[in-house]
């Protein structure tokens, strides 16, 4: 089945950007997705990419994918204290299920 | 954006009784709705598949006679966790998808059994 990885924690000062990086392995995936979690919260749809465009952007948030290397990034420009949360990446499968990576916790600190 | 509302946030039960979990998509019609479980300071874990008027498929190791899913119109799917046990406690999140394009998620249901 589809593999999501996702380094498990990142730490940056605020201000600076922040780069969040996932790997999959089914080259069928045709949605891909960030989400944020904060704590006991539920999940909030950053952004998405198609999987005919390499790159998206959103005021402060960037989207990077290689095909080829099946990598996704989420960028984060001048990231805020308020930015600290869990980020997962997730994929749509063949079947349109989202298979959801480990999870980055992203720390700010000021 | 989208809605999707999931009801209770919270809930807390008896060992051996039954808890339902609502998931209602609100301003569009959900062909496919999915239900996730999260353990602590875990990722989401696919349980099931539903799709309006036919029965859900669950995911590998998910009992299907303890975690009763149905999805009975195109903006409503129900997760019933049946003689629930503490280790069943945990974080339920639902997921509502149109035709195709974006998932969006409900709030989630923190369920403690007692």
């Known amino acids: 089945g589809e593999d999501v990885e996702q380094s498990l924690f990142l730490s940056v000062r605020e201000g600076d950007s922040s780069v969040i990086n996932c790997t999959y392995t089914?080259?069928?995936?045709?949605?891909l997705y960030w989400y944020k979690q904060e704590p006991g919260a539920g999940l909030q749809l950053l952004t998405y990419?198609?999987?005919?465009?390499d790159m998206k952007q959103d005021q402060r948030l960037t989207v990077l994918l290689n095909k080829k290397d099946k990598h996704l990034s989420l960028r984060i420009a001048d990231t805020q204290t308020g930015d600290s949360a869990i980020y997962f990446c997730?994929?749509?499968?063949?079947?349109?299920?989202?298979?959801f990576g480990t999870g980055t916790r992203l720390l700010v600190s000021p | 954006g989208a809605v999707v509302s999931q009801h209770p946030s919270w809930v807390i039960c008896k060992s051996g009784t039954s808890v339902k979990i609502e998931c209602r998509s609100l301003?569009?019609?959900?062909?496919?709705m999915f239900w996730y479980r999260q353990f602590p300071k875990q990722s989401l874990m696919l349980m099931a598949t539903?799709?309006?008027?036919?029965?859900?498929?669950?995911e590998q190791g998910v009992e299907k006679d303890k975690f009763l899913i149905n999805h009975a119109s195109l903006t409503l799917s129900t997760l019933t966790v049946t003689s629930a046990h503490p280790e069943d406690s945990s974080f339920y999140i639902c997921?509502?998808?149109?035709?195709?394009?974006?998932?969006?998620f409900g709030q989630g249901t923190r369920l403690t059994v007692v």
């Open positions: 997921s509502a998808r149109k035709r195709q394009g974006e998932a969006f």
């Open positions: 089914d080259s069928s995936s045709t949605y």
């Open positions: 990419i198609f999987s005919n465009m």
């Open positions: 997730a994929v749509t499968t063949g079947f349109q299920k989202l298979v």
């Open positions: 301003d569009f019609q959900a062909t496919t």
């Open positions: 539903s799709n309006e008027g036919s029965k859900a498929t669950y």
